[in-house]
């Protein structure tokens, strides 16, 4: 019996968010949370009573046990955090326009978490999962966490973990020509892919409406469903036939991450039909 429904690695990061209509430059305060797409995908489940772990490398200082505090708050699992003795985390500044578009600045280089490696992860507990979550940021951060992530689907498909994949392309973080290059590998090995339509046409130049995406996407990728995001909605791949995913939104989740939120129900329902 797997000791979690789901296990995730990735970068956890302290957003600063300014009050609604102030700009960063004239903010005189900011609220403090915790941000990090595979780290709110796990806190999601969690709130919705999935037992959740999630694995990446922390500072051992007040700013990484706040991390660690707050997700472990949530319900999540932090017994798989790596904690380093120096180091720093990463931090994103939001100017919040409205409940769901904000503009972000990014200060995360060189954090603890681009320090991730194959040898610091405890590789038994991850993998004790009925399903692993993996994201396009993670092997973007550096030459390290890209080799974290190929050993973590390697170790998966061996041991017959199925794989959910959310692309989350940031151009900030590499060229999309290395983004297509690694990306194109890891889609191909996947149950679950999870894409936004601007991904889907910067990375992988998947054009068209949204049918033809999801009927190209499916040729890159053994992924018994993809879950196609766009600006009016989402519709859903599931092996031939396509559909309009009418997903449960849950109130005691945050609505700023609606991505995550969305992709988490989603898994919910797998979870439960696989109970």
Known sequence: MPEFDLTTIGESLIRLSAPPDTLIESVTRFDVDVVGSESNFARA???????T???????????GKSVANSLGS???????IEWSASGRIGICYDEIENRSSSTRLFDRANSCATKMRVDGINWSR???TRLLHLTGITPALSSSCREVIDEAVLRAKSLG?????DVNYHAE???VLDARSVLSLLVAEVEFLFIKQRDAEIVFEVF??????????SKLTNAKRILLTRNDG?????GGSFGDDAVQRKSNIDSINVHDTLFANVIDAWLKLDE
Do not use: Y
């Open 45 to 51: 489940l969690a709130m919705l009573g999935r037992k």
């Open 53 to 63: 772990a999630w694995c990446s490398r922390l500072p051992e200082n007040p700013l």
């Open 74 to 80: 949530a319900g999540v699992d932090v017994s798989l």
């Open 126 to 128: 991850v993998l004790s």
């Open 161 to 165: 973990v199925p794989i959910s994949f």
């Open 173 to 175: 973080l590499w060229p």
């Open 208 to 217: 068209g409406s949204p049918e033809q995406q999801l009927h190209q996407l």
């Open 234 to 238: 989402t519709i859903a791949w599931n």
